[in-house]
């Protein structure tokens, strides 16, 4: 008897989750006329949902969006995209991609050109360094979803005032080392995509170039030299983290946070962290722009981000074109914004000081962009002189080769460096030979 | 695979050497078994053959997925290009350099630990139970472990060092850490293979060789090892071609920087980061040619105590 219940019970449960199934089928079938869903592969941004459920709201049931997230690292996401791309996977629609992927999927043909209205409402006051990133020879592939620039993090007890130029910020690092305390300066330098960053921001602050302007062909001029003597003197007087050449994002990140460095070179995120994780001293961590390499000339840091692109093989093009246009408006940036940390690539969006809820006044659980997102003003003056990484179908055998050739940064060697960099740029750009 | 082809190496020596003619009826029976094995025989064709096919016909042409346009067949360029590259072989030597010193540490160790384990009296379940926790911890989680345990700051290994010190950022420290935790990981399972070969050990002949006043020592090079010679192989054989694949470990610890990745890791990063489908299977089909070799000569210097010969462990 016993056993004739407990084997029955779960049947007669399924039966009732069947039924649930089937109803709320039928009542979403109500919601959305024709039930169309939109795919958007993108990647784990914590309200990301939110803004999906108000693009589906928007959508009326003309079609519904749906979220899938991608992994973690971004090298994880690409792969899984390129993959199921090149096997003729068309059951993606919305691809969130990062600024320096969109030359190679559009290279690939992997992605489809956004023309006309589309066009005009994607890049309608859209900041001119994020606009470029999604376009590739002349052509916009993507709508600009998020952008992303480093700031230098100090702690304003340690340094009142921060340093404005890299000889300054060395300097300093020199003295408080003295005076024993904290005084390294801190960035991405494990052998991977971040040193690429802060060596392309180096060289574009510099005036130099790694590549020509069409990516076709490498120049590594005379200030892509001086920025490689830059990153060696930075990296071996002994001011800089033991364990630079494994530091990541988020190692980086950690070791300010423990009270480790005087100067943090980062993307703006460490401040959302920050405030959740030492909020006693949130009062003293402070931004100011990147210094500069050139006295005298404004630091051109390297532009980071997502853009947001319609599949080729996508089934339902003008819905996903609507849909990628919701998931960027400027109302669900500013969402993004005040939520997730990352940065607007709508002008418009910095100077919004309505809160989340216009009815209401501001405060701290009715944000606008001033409560939550301080540094803006910092990160649109470093906008308006970013620079981008080299757009070029091979951008990523690339930085495997510069990642590898700059690895680790305090054994470089100028002259030489440069003209290794220049041999194994000119086969990695031909998608030629082994990247290492 | 391996022992597949220990299995194929050493059939046609046993056939020639019983060679008297078959009855009918063995032949008819013979018949039988074979097609009875036909179904499994081809689906191993399905499963492993035509994969391996597919990368070395992939590995012929010029093909990248981001350049389907340039789609050709090139020959032996692929293997000119990878044999002629430095990474490639610099790769190469890590890869070797890891998995001999860490399978000869493996070897000592296990053994070891697998005489205590034969030996205990006590709680003999127990301690074989124990021994084998670090072989059950995924790689990679506890490959993350280590990393923090070295890195300065948060970890106390890294910590009882000088201090400014991160090994994990200079080349040679890094891979006596990435050995460090390949033995940590695999000793036990070294230990297990070699317990039961221990367990092959006829008592009566070691205390028959104790009555002849055999030392210790000599009790154990000239009668446990000869006796044990084909579980020691098979101990070898797995740990070697495991260890010429290390993959995970080195890409927790330390992503390959420094000069510090392996064969596998570069493959891995020229097939599908860079995807370079050409490139990428040619260096997957000289990882297989090299796990081919290795087999091949471990066969041959322990001859017929090759597992699956006639008299394997006969002398």
Partial sequence: MGKYRSGRSPARAMAGLGAALVASGLIAGCGSSSGLKINVYYSPEDHFQSVVDNCNKAAGGQYQIVYNKLQRGSDDQRIQLARRLAAGDDSMDVLGLDVTWVPEFAQAGWIDEWTGADQAAASAGVLAGPLKTATYQGKLYAAPKNTNVQLLWYDDRITPRPPKTWAEMMRISQQLKGEHKPYSIVFTGAQYEGLVVVYNTLVESLGGHILSDDGKSVVMDEGAVQALQLLKQVTSSGITDPSLTNQKEDDVRRSFQRGDAAFELNWPFVYASYAEERPQDLAHFKWAVYPEAKPGAPAKTTIGGYDLAVSSLSKHKPEAYAAALCLRSAENQKYSAINDGVPPTIESVYHDDRPLDPGKPASADNPNMAVKYPMRETILDALRTAALRPLSPAYQNASTVMSKVLSPPSEIDPRATADKLREQLDDALQSKGVIP | ?315
């Fill in chain 2, 1 to 315: 695979m391996t022992v597949q082809d220990a299995t194929a190496g050493a059939a046609p020596a046993t056939h020639r050497k019983g060679k008297p003619a078959l009855s009918e009826g063995k032949k008819a029976e013979r018949r039988l078994g074979l097609w009875l094995c036909a179904p499994a025989f081809l689906v191993m064709i399905a499963v492993t053959g035509y994969p391996i096919g597919y990368s070395i016909w992939l590995s012929l042409q010029r093909y990248d997925l981001r350049f389907p346009a340039q789609h050709e067949f090139i020959g032996f360029a692929n293997y000119a290009a990878v044999l002629t590259n430095s990474y490639w072989w610099t790769a190469f030597g890590t890869t070797m350099f890891l998995t001999v010193v860490s399978v000869v540490i493996e070897f000592v160790l296990g053994m070891a630990l697998a005489l205590i384990m034969h030996r205990t009296l006590v709680g003999r379940g127990l301690v074989r139970t124990v021994a084998l926790i670090p072989y059950g911890i995924v790689t990679v989680v506890a490959a993350f472990s280590w990393y923090f345990a070295w890195t300065p700051k948060t970890g106390y290994l890294a910590d009882m060092l000088a201090s400014g010190a991160a090994p994990l950022t200079d080349q040679w420290p890094s891979l006596f850490i990435i050995v460090a935790a390949e033995v940590w990981k695999t000793t036990p399972f070294m230990a297990l293979l070699l317990m039961a070969g221990l367990a092959l050990v006829p008592e009566d002949l070691l205390k028959a060789a104790a009555m002849d006043g055999a030392t210790a020592w000599q009790r154990f090079t000239r009668v446990m090892l000869p006796v044990m010679k084909p579980a020691i192989l098979v101990a070898l054989l797995f740990r070697t071609l495991d260890a010429f694949r290390i993959f995970d470990n080195i890409y927790v610890l330390t992503n390959g920087a420094q000069d510090t990745g392996s064969v596998s890791m570069q493959t891995y990063d020229n097939l599908v980061k860079g995807l370079n489908l050409g490139i990428g299977s040619t260096m997957a089909v000289l990882i297989f040619l090299t796990v081919a070799i290795i087999a091949f000569l471990f066969i041959k210097v322990f001859g017929t105590a090759a597992p699956g010969s006639d008299d394997g462990g006969k002398r």
